[in-house]
């Protein structure tokens, strides 16, 4: 059996194809979209995690030990406890446990250590990893949007550990999907931006690509194809077409966003090979996640002391609260959460004139709530795209504690990632030498009416079609797995 596979930043979603076209499977409950987040517990990990044979060998020491204490009472003529084996054993297993919690709990922003994803502990995925992370922020270890890191300058341990995780996740999601098709899925198309998030370029890339299909193998799946994700998008919305069109699609999604021209249209609909029919691509690293960031920098760090003087009449560091909303940096966030930054925050609260504010930042550093805070941000952009302002709720930072955010603000946040989108859009013209007929919208992101108005404002003479922000390239992907294994 053969299947779409779209892997995304913020959501995956797969399809397989059933009565002439693409079929979404519930991957969380009855929803399609599974959000790209895994969770294990540190507790299941701590139990695990235990070394027989250096609980053996402190076993060895603690009853030595015990003997000479007894000998030193005897001569000293005075009475002492004697622990059983069992008892020894007991004491110095709760010792090791011990010494494991605190050494994961010390070392939870270190991605270098792998004990609780490599470990055989109970692990969630999606909505319910995000969930569990929510209620308790240091129980566990956490991971969201790890396709935005693939691509990034990354130490081979961090390869491995990312390659373990799109491993895990695939699998969950192969596992789901056959519950629903009681069928093997062995091959699969999955789909990929024009470049992965990070700053190396085409080595990024590769490197992304090779972590990629290795997990896939790893998780299953047999045969491996790879299609454009502005494609994919291209394919899903040729489906309607009565007559042939130049389209340009944007594919903006949680990571990147991607542009094509592309010849659509019934008289290109059954060919195997499409090279001829995209007349240009191009793409960038900018996409939800980035709008995600922008929007905490400008509109919730000031109530957490960005701009805030110290009593020399200098600013904090605006780099500080850059660190805190970079949730796709991984060394950023290590970096962010080491024991130097904490002493950075402390010396600059005891300068600081508004000490509330910046308060409220050493709480988010201590307490290691970046991530809940970027989920704030992530909700309120998505519930902007039904209502002109809404109410950010941050009680786990303090009680009481809200902000009002409206479009305009998210607007200013984010001009320049708006402007990123406009010149991907001009550079497939250029490429294309010609006008599109149509364009094509569709991605997570997208669903902005903040997006949509401001490309509407450079290209009003042109139709605009925005399509199923979710959906669109999964279908595609599901549609060309069609082509080539149906």
Known sequence: MYAGLDF????????????????????????????????????????????QVQLQTRIIAAKKRQASTLETAKSE????????????????????RREIEQRLKEQA??????????????????????????????????????????????????????????????AHIKNNAEKSTQEEIQNIVIGRPVNFHGTRGELGNIQALNIIERSAIAAGFKNI????????????????LTEDKLVLVLDAGGGTTDCSMVKLGPSYIGLNDRTDSILGHSGDRVGGTDLDIKLALKSIMPHFGKDTLLENGLPIPVTLFWDAVTTNDVNVQAEFLSPRTQRDIASYLSQAVDKKKFQRFKILQQERLILQLNRSAELAKINLSEKDCVNIYLDYIEDDFGITVCRDDMRKAIERELDVFISL???VETQADQKPDIIYVTGGTAKSPVIEDWIRSHYGDIEIVVGDAFGSVVSGLTTWAHRIYG
Not at 15 to 33: C, D, H, M, V, Y
Not at 225 to 240: G, I, V, Y
Request: with cysteine.
């Open 8 to 51: 995304g930043t913020s959501n995956c979603l797969i399809g397989i194809w059933q009565n002439n076209a693409p079929l979404l499977l519930p991957l969380e409950g009855q929803s399609t979209r599974l959000p790209s987040a895994l969770y294990t517990s540190r507790q299941s990990v701590a139990v695990k995690k235990i070394d």
């Open 77 to 96: 003529n005075r009475g002492v406890k004697i622990l059983s084996d069992t008892e020894l054993e007991n004491h110095e297993r709760g010792l090791m």
């Open 109 to 170: 922003a270190d991605w270098s250590k792998e004990d609780g994803l490599f470990a055989d502990s109970e692990m969630a995925f999606g909505e319910e990893a995000i969930l569990s992370h929510i209620e308790d922020s240091q129980s566990g270890y956490f991971v969201k949007s790890p396709k935005s890191f693939l691509g990034a300058d990354i130490s081979n341990q961090h390869i491995e550990l990312f390659s373990e995780i799109i491993t895990r996740m695939m």
């Open 225 to 240: 194809d790879f299609q454009m994700e502005p494609m994919a998008a291209a394919l899903d919305f040729e489906r309607s």
């Open 425 to 427: 859009m001009r550079e």
